[in-house]
Nanobody
Framework: QVQLVESGGGLVQPGGSLRLSCAAS????????MSWHRQAPGKERELVAL????????NYADSVKGRFTISRDNAKNTQYLQINSLKPEDTAVYYC?????????????WGQGTQVTVSS
């Protein structure tokens, strides 16, 4: 049973920081491409950041470059998203995603999401 459980969201003032976590189980985490996505009210879900299985390469949406940092700990089967200098437009539900290829077949898994609200 694959599970992705996000945590760390909450209400924060503009300029503040949060660290999101995504605990994974039920698949081989160390071979999965991991990513964070977000969906704001009335908008489509968008890719925020992604990281390769060994953590050696990352990529970010232009809107978050320099403020967000994606990382992972393969020993703990967990990925993280450090969010700094939060802006009201960062308000969204943040989702963790795993892209795996067991036996060469692509499978995508999503977490249930964690709410981030940026407001004074």
């Amino acid at each position: 049973q694959v599970q992705l459980v996000e945590s760390g969201g909450g209400l924060v003032q503009p300029g503040g920081s949060l660290r999101l976590s995504c605990a994974a189980s039920g698949f081989t985490f160390s071979t999965a491409h991991m990513s964070w996505h977000r969906q704001a009210p009335g908008k489509e879900r968008e890719l925020v950041a992604l990281i390769t299985p060994d953590g050696g390469s990352t990529n970010y949406a232009d809107s978050v470059k320099g403020r967000f940092t994606i990382s992972r700990d393969n020993a703990k089967n967990t990925q993280y998203l450090q969010i700094n200098s939060l802006k009201p437009e960062d308000t969204a539900v943040y989702y963790c995603k795993a892209l795996t290829r067991p036996g060469g077949v692509r499978r995508d898994y999503w977490g249930q999401g964690t709410q981030v609200t940026v407001s004074s």
